[in-house]
C-alpha cells in the first residue's frame, strides 16, 4: 500500500483550469515602433526567466536610469513578441524554429542568438514516490505520446513492477521551449505529446502540482527542481542522473540542452545602452547561472556572445528544429564558425 497525499485543493485546480542581432552593423529595414530609449522589455522562456531576472535585479541596482522589465510567456510566446518588433530580448530553451525566422525576416526583425546555458531538462516526481528512481526514454514516451491519451492513467501499465496508482501528468504548455524540446527528444516530433495532462508555461505551477500528488510525474528545466528540492525528486534517465557533471561530460542523453538570449538588433542601435546590459549580462552570467542552478559554458562562450553583439552578426547557427544530444563542446564549436 502506497500512502496518498491530499489531492491538489481547490484553489489550485481552478488555477491549473485556467492555464489548461550587434550594434556594429545598420540593418536595413525599419522595426514597428517599440518602447522609449531607457527601456529594455525582455519576455520568452519560463527556463531561462531565473537567469536574467537575477541579472536584471543586480543590473537595476547599479544602473536606476535604465528600466529592464522581464517577463515569461514560453518561448514560443515570447517570439510571436520577439519577431513583431514588440520586445528587445527573447529567452529561448530551444532554438529559434523556422516559421519564426520567416517571421521575424517578414517583419524586418534582425536577432542576434547568444548561447548563455546548458541544462538537464528534468524529469521529476513526487518526494513521496518510492517505486521509481530511474526511468527510460522508451517509458517516458510510453507514458506522454499522443496515442497513450486517455489509456496509459495508471503507473503499472508503464511497468508492471510499479504499483497500482493514478498517473497525473503535469506538462510544460504548448508555447513553451521546454514541450518543444521534450516533443522533439523523447517523442521524436514536434506537437506529438498527449494533451489530457495539466499544462502551464508557468514551471512554478508545475512545482506545485507534483508536490502535492502521490503518482504525478512532470518535467521542465533543472533550475526549478534545484530551487525546489524539497518538495519534488528528479529521476534519473537511461540511468544517469540531470546533474551539472553529466551535463558536461555529455551522459545526460537526450535530455541536455542550450539556452539561449535572442538580442533585437534594432533595439540595440536605437537605445544607447542597451550594449551596458548586454555587456553585463554576459560578464556576470557565469557566476548567476552556478546560482540558480543551471550549467555555465566555459568563459569562452560569453566572450564570443558578445562580439557577435559588438559586430552585429545576424541569425542562427542551428536548423529551425530543436536538436537534442548537443554537447556544450559542439554548441561552442558552432558558435566560433558562424
Known sequence: MFMKIPKLNIFLCLLITLLIVGVGKVYSQTPPPKVADNFIDIDGSSTVYPITEAIQK?????????QVNVAFSGTGGGFRKFCNGETDINGASRPILQKEMETCKANGIGYVEIPVAFDALSVVVNPNNNWVDNITTDELKTIWENSAQGKITNWQQVNPNWPDEKLLLFSPGVDSGTYDYFNEAILGGLNRSRSDVVASEDDNILVQGVSQY?????????????????????????????????????????????????????????????????????????????????????????????????????????????????????????????
Open 58 to 66: 543586480e543590473f537595476e541596482e547599479e544602473a536606476g536610469d535604465l
Open 214 to 338: 502521490l503518482g504525478a510525474m512532470g518535467y521542465f528545466g533543472i533550475s526549478y527542481y534545484f530551487l525546489n528540492q524539497d518538495k519534488l525528486k528528479a529521476l534519473s534517465v537511461n540511468g544517469v542522473a540531470p546533474t551539472r557533471e553529466n551535463v558536461e561530460n555529455n551522459t545526460y542523453k537526450p535530455l541536455s540542452r542550450p539556452l539561449f538570449i535572442y538580442v533585437n538588433i534594432q533595439s540595440a542601435q536605437k537605445n544607447r545602452d542597451f550594449r551596458r546590459f548586454i555587456d553585463f549580462y554576459l560578464k556576470n552570467a557565469l557566476r548567476v547561472i552556478e546560482q540558480v542552478g543551471y550549467i555555465p559554458l566555459p568563459s569562452e562562450a560569453y566572450h564570443i556572445g558578445y562580439v557577435r553583439f559588438i559586430q552585429g552578426n545576424v541569425g542562427t547557427v542551428f536548423d529551425g528544429v530543436p536538436e537534442p544530444n548537443l554537447s556544450i563542446l559542439e554548441v561552442l564549436q558552432r558558435e566560433q564558425k558562424f
